[in-house]
């Protein structure tokens, strides 16, 4: 848990940034979680 938290502290350079938005933008999205989380609560 502490390093979940330490996390939050994680400080990006611009172009960290952009590369990191540049290669989520490639990522293809499919399907639904919302129906999967409430079935299973």
């Known amino acids: 848990m ?3 938290i330490g996390a939050a ?3 990006l350079t611009e172009d960290e940034l ?3 938005n540049e290669a989520l933008s490639n ?3 499919a399907g ?3 129906g999967r ?3 299973d609560y």
């Open 2 to 4: 502490e390093e979940n």
């Open 9 to 11: 502290d994680i400080e």
């Open 32 to 34: 639904s979680r919302v």
């Open 27 to 29: 990522v293809e999205i």
């Open 18 to 20: 952009s590369m990191l």
């Open 37 to 39: 989380v409430k079935k």
